[in-house]
């Protein structure tokens, strides 16, 4: 094996890790024409592949798709003999893929690197090896892997076992001969359930120490499938350009239906099917909502569950090993081949941790609360300190001395999984942040690398030397990363996703859950925008094209995309009837919000004839709070009932009785008719307050949108008018002035749903521009809002109403009301309002709900 002789190097780039992803950096950096060095612990290529050599060890995905694809001719010379490969024909493919390319001559084996250090004056890293060895470079890479750092065995007494002890993760290069043994199995994560069945066909006997019992689907193994071969020979570019642009990294078919909006026999026929193919992607592509919504995870997970109770025979064994203790999917499915019929072997047992949990491990065996046991070998499976612990293993410092450990003391943070603020030129391939380990790891690993590669040729090509994230940038894709995670059952999980497994390791979600395609586009995008977030430096200058890639909420761009695709004309281009009747159908298919008590449409006397409204009732018994809402819809659309989810969402949660009352649009009937009947229907509701059931001492006004500029208006008029006692007004995203020339109707003129020339078109509807100063029209223009009452304003940051609002909340504030205001990032005009749809927005909702409980202590 290859060792350079490199004390003092200096080189372009250099690695640390040869496995898939170091070999394929290697050869890039190689045809870029950049000096790379790649510094590798074990003594030849493979990464995990070379040291994870258990019996029974193969890829998950399947083989063909867990190849690189950045040469057709490499493709063709390689041919899989398996659908999933085993370890030693992924290690001879990595093995042929190092010598196809000669890559030999640039890895420095058996080499430990130990710490990495800025030099800021040199603007360059110098590396520093176990051997002693010091190289420098300008760019440093970690190609280390997501899980390569084995997990200390957290077992009491693993020191003092007299047998051999072995880990999957550092597998004896001449195998384990267990004929005859009596084995121990700690651990029933991928590596467990793999290797169990195969050390159980040589074993005396085998025990199986499982503390969470874990999803698993047949793998089906056989020869490559045929159609899928057909499929890729039949056309790589589309094939691989498919897998690029997909969720997972794998072109698979997905789903546009939620699973409860499927009939029960043919979710039952779906799921058979899928469970039948046999691969870890397929089941979680049936139906969209499998890691959103718990009732459906629940289904699915039930239907692994019954697959396990039909092949253990021992009902309790059965019952020990179904999954209960997680939602499906929020730790890595397994692929399994006769893991659960080992159970049924008499001479395999499982233990249940749970039950009788590991007292100590002895100098002969293993003594549980319940036994002790004698045994010759045991097996740790126990998993890796995985996404983080290869990469601060190497103590990494960046500026000012700054050591990478202690900036991920709280979790990992990073921009795109690429780079981290404060440690120029580092970059991470698929580091925490980025999808890597919920996808297929080789795609992943070359659309980093060849990210990387075009950044380093960039800054070559500009005459720059360093590309930095700034910490805006950063911190934005932290934010980005977790609300992705945050819409998902992933964070509920004690998983390695979440750095559960390790003791003492900050609870965060480490990859990103967006899906490949998503990511791959935020990547672009960057660097279309002249790496967006990034510091540019170097003799040729020094600049930054400041920026957040992502700061709209994942759950808001998903509706986004979803009415863009509708392709709609523009309200204000339709016919005032025509935009009613859209907005009433596209109001239909809303999530419905929560049960109430009871609700009840009827009619009250408006000063211009009767005014529809709508009661919601809590369940609880009454007498309830009274909060008057007036509906959104620019004083054109909307009816009583045209908010009806969010409605019951305050009606349940603030324990309120909420009465949504209608007022008489425009253009038919212009300002002030609005404003007379939202004011004459606050007075008919304080006065019959009882009769509704409600207290009359405790009334409170919220609104929305132009309903929040009604909810202003008649606070105003109560105080002057010496009107009904308000306890409190919520106002959201509230219309309170009639400046079109705020910061905020310029950023968000469009894009959001609510347009500038949507809301110039309500404005034009509504009053006449010589009305527009009136405080009744534009509340923020009063001449004074002394003694109004206590106020919550929500205003969402991508709203061109965001900066009335925001006035409006500090001129109460400033006049010494006693106001609440929140400001709710990423966040549109509408999507405080759609309950269940958006529930990044549901924190905000929930302080809605304490507001209007607030206003009435
Ligand atoms: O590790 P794991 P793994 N006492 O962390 C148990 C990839 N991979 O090596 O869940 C008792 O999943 C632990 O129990 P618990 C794949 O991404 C892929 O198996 O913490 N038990 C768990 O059962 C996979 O997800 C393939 O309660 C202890 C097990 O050890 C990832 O690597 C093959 C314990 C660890 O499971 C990791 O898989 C193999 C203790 N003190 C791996 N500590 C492919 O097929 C831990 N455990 C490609």
Redesign the pocket.
């Known amino acids: 094996m290859n060792k350079l002789g490199s004390s003092n190097k200096q080189y372009d780039v250099i690695v640390v890790g040869a496995g898939m992803a170091g070999l394929y950096i290697l050869y890039k950096l190689r045809v870029a024409g950049f000096s790379a060095i790649a510094l590798e612990t074990g003594d030849d290529v493979g990464g995990t592949w070379y040291w ?1 050599r258990y019996p029974g ?4 995905i399947e083989s063909l798709d867990y190849s690189y694809s950045f040469d057709p001719e490499l493709e063709k010379q390689w041919q899989w003999s398996e659908r999933y490969a085993t370890q030693p024909e992924i290690l001879r493919y990595l093995q042929f893929v190092a010598d196809r390319y000669d890559l030999r001559r640039d890895i420095q084996f058996s080499t430990r690197v130990e710490r990495a250090d800025w030099d800021e004056d040199a603007s360059q890293w110098k590396v520093t090896t176990a051997n002693g060895d010091c190289l420098t470079s300008q760019f440093y890479v970690m190609a280390t892997g997501c ?1 390569s750092l084995p ?1 200390e ?3 009491p007494g693993a020191n003092r076992f007299g047998g051999t002890t072995y880990s ?2 550092a597998w004896p290069h001449d195998g384990v001969d267990f004929t005859g043994k009596r084995v121990a199995v ?7 359930i ?1 290797s169990i069945p195969l050390i159980a066909k040589e074993a005396s006997q085998i025990t199986v ?4 019992a ?1 999803y698993a689907a047949p793998a089906n193994n056989g020869p490559v499938r045929e159609e899928h071969l057909q499929k890729l020979q039949a056309d790589r570019d589309t094939y691989h350009e498919e897998a690029r642009w997909s969720r997972a990294g794998v072109p698979l078919p997905r789903s546009e239906e939620p699973f409860f909006t499927v009939e029960p026999e043919e979710r039952q026929r779906r799921l058979e099917k899928g469970f039948a193919r046999g691969d870890l992607l397929t089941i979680n592509t049936l139906f969209t909502d499998l890691v959103s919504n718990q009732a459906a995870n629940d289904s699915v997970a039930e239907f692994f569950r019954d697959k396990v109770r039909a092949k253990v025979t021992d009902p309790q064994t059965a019952e020990d090993l179904c999954a209960k203790d997680f939602p499906l999917f929020t ?2 499915l397994c ?1 399994e081949t006769n893991y659960f019929e080992t159970f049924n072997l008499p001479h395999s047992k499982l233990i249940n ?1 749970r039950h009788t949990p ?1 007292e100590s491990i002895t100098e002969t065996g293993i003594d549980t609360t319940e036994e002790s046991m004698e045994f010759d070998s045991i097996v740790f ?4 300190d ?1 996404m983080t612990g290869a990469i601060v293993a190497v103590d990494i410092r960046g500026r000012h001395g700054i050591e990478l450990k202690d900036v991920w003391e709280e979790g990992p943070k990073t921009y795109l999984g690429l780079n981290v603020h404060g440690f120029p030129n580092f970059f991470t391939i698929t580091g925490p942040g980025s999808p890597s ?1 919920l996808s297929n790891m080789v795609v992943s690993i070359e659309q980093h690398v060849d990210w990387i590669t075009a950044a380093f040729e960039h800054l070559r090509n500009q005459g720059l030397k360093t590309l930095e994230a700034t910490a805006a940038a950063q911190e934005g894709w932290a934010t980005h990363v977790n609300d992705f995670a945050n819409l998902t059952l992933y964070p509920v999980a ?1 998983s ?1 996703y979440m750095g559960a ?1 390790v003791p003492g390791k900050p609870r965060v979600f480490l990859p990103y859950i967006g899906g490949v395609d998503t990511y791959r586009q935020a990547c672009n995008e960057v660097v279309e925008r002249d790496y967006l977030g990034f510091e540019q430096s170097g003799p040729a200058g020094f600049h930054c094209n400041e920026g957040v890639i992502r700061y709209v909420k994942p759950d808001v761009q998903m509706v986004l995309d979803l009415i863009a695709s509708l392709e709609q004309p523009p309200l204000e281009t339709l016919p005032v009837d025509q935009a009613r009747a859209a907005m009433d159908a596209n109001a239909a298919t809303r999530a419905p919000g929560p049960d109430v008590g009871e609700i009840i449409d009827s009619k009250l006397p408006g000063p211009d004839g009767e005014l529809d409204y709508r009661l919601y009732r809590p369940a609880t018994a009454g007498p309830h709070p009274i909060v008057v809402y007036y509906h959104g819809g620019g004083w054109v659309l909307g009816h009583a009932s045209s908010d009806d989810p969010f409605c019951r969402h305050l009606c349940t949660s603030s324990n309120s009785i909420v009465v949504s009352v209608d007022y008489r649009h425009a253009p038919e009937a212009r300002f002030p008719a609005a404003v007379d009947d939202a004011y004459g229907a606050l007075n008919w509701i304080a006065e019959n307050a009882e009769s509704l059931g409600g207290d009359s001492k405790q009334l409170a006004v919220a609104g929305w949108s132009a309903g929040g500029n009604l909810a202003t208006v008649v606070c105003q008029l109560a105080r002057s008018l010496d009107g009904p006692n308000i306890s409190g007004q919520l106002l959201v995203c509230p219309a309170t002035d009639r400046d079109f020339s705020t910061a905020s109707y310029g950023d968000n003129a469009e894009g959001y749903v609510l347009t500038r020339n949507l809301m110039t078109w309500f404005w034009d509807q509504y009053c006449d521009a010589s009305d527009r100063n009136d405080p009744r029209v534009s509340p923020l223009r009063a001449e004074s809002l002394d003694g109004l009452p206590p106020a919550m304003v929500v205003t969402a940051e991508l709203d061109p109403l965001r900066d009335e609002g925001n006035a409006y909340a500090a001129k109460m504030h400033a006049a010494g009301v006693a106001v609440q205001h929140i400001q709710a990032p990423g966040q549109i005009h509408t999507s405080l309002t759609a309950v269940d749809m958006v529930v990044s927005a549901n924190d905000v909702r929930q302080a809605m709900s304490d507001g209007i409980r607030g206003f009435f202590q």
């Open positions: 994870n060890a193969r890829c998950d899980l997990k065995p957290d077992v999957t993760n700690i651990g029933t994560g991928s590596s467990g793999q120490f499982q503390r969470t874990n730790k890595r692929l941790l590991i499976a126990t998993g890796f995985a380990v004690n390695w497994n």
